[in-house]
């Protein structure tokens, strides 16, 4: 055991503390804390949901981070399900209200980081293994999700919750009708699985769209060579006209000439292509970039 870490009993006399808490609605009523449209939040209160959510993501092991914890639903489910460092962002400055109580009682177990998760380098933080657990502000989510793509190898999992047709977006398949940019962005660098769905009665204020947790779990490398921007230039102009055939969708970047050097039929139309095609696009725009550097 390191010095950071806290013995079974300690777990278990903070967890005590943490189940004695008032409930979430009760706290948020005393504080008359409303959910914010602006910020795209809508507050998780059903511990055996947010507990089903914690256990998809264990073992808890080195440092767990949880994006928008709101009024501590998912953070306090984290916490008893077993993280030993739980970093928690949170951009809404309430949140040390909401907060304060839990924080107290969890200890050195949990960190409050009062920052945007756009602007923060998660990647960093803690130590590993380094696993975020999330209901993402759907205003951001796919931003958040891409832009931690980029770091992928830096995490072990990330178990997110998105609205249930980005969900379908991320781990969609060649030829499924929701395959798209995400998809290949998200299963060329890992693997995708949709877990659950959960109701539009399950938050507050209540949505009107059902939502799902997924799991992303991040390859080792990348499952085929290519430069992240070129894959997302390519996958841009190739979904833009999603119906077109690729000669025609691809034609701003270089269309029959690209395709040919990629040995790619230019018949075909975007959602019939694999990864690995994608790639191998990317990787002869990238080539042909090069060419024309002084």
């Not at 947010?50 to 916490?79: K, N, V, Y």
């Not at 991320?170 to 798209?180: F, H, K, M, Q, V």
Request: charged share 25%.
């Amino acid at each position: 055991m390191t010095d950071n870490e806290l013995s079974t009993t300690e777990m278990e006399q903070i967890n005590q503390q943490i189940d004695a808490l008032p409930p979430l609605r009760t706290l948020v009523d005393e504080l008359d804390i409303k959910a914010r449209k602006s910020l795209g939040q809508n507050f998780l209160f059903d511990m055996n949901l947010t507990r089903r959510i914690a256990r998809s993501a264990q073992p808890l092991t080195g440092t767990t981070i949880e994006i928008g914890p709101g009024p501590g639903g998912l953070t306090r489910a984290i916490l008893l399900e077993g993280a030993n460092d739980l970093i928690t962002i949170e951009k809404d400055w309430r949140a040390s209200a909401l907060l304060q109580s839990l924080m107290m009682a969890a200890g050195k177990r949990m960190t409050l980081v009062e920052d945007d998760a756009l602007k923060c380098a998660i990647w960093q933080m803690g130590t590993t293994p380094r696993r975020v657990i999330a209901n993402l502000p759907y205003n951001i989510a796919t931003t958040l999700l891409i832009k931690w793509l980029e770091h992928a190898s830096d995490f072990t999992s990330l178990t997110l919750m998105f609205q249930r047709e980005v969900a379908l977006r991320i781990t969609a398949r060649p030829g499924d009708s929701e395959y798209g940019r995400l998809s290949i962005l998200a299963n060329w660098k890992a693997e995708t699985e949709i877990l659950f769905d959960v109701p539009a009665s399950a938050f507050v204020p209540q949505p009107k769209i059902i939502s799902s947790v997924i799991k992303v779990i991040p390859l080792a490398k990348p499952r085929f060579d290519c430069n992240q921007s070129y894959l997302e230039n390519v996958t841009r102009h190739a979904f833009r006209q999603r119906r077109k055939m690729l000669s025609n969708s691809l034609k701003h970047i270089g269309g029959q000439e690209l395709l040919a050097e990629a040995g790619i039929n230019p018949k075909a139309r975007p959602q019939e292509l694999e990864v690995a095609e994608f790639c191998a696009l990317a990787r002869c725009l990238e080539a042909r970039d090069r060419q024309k550097r002084p």
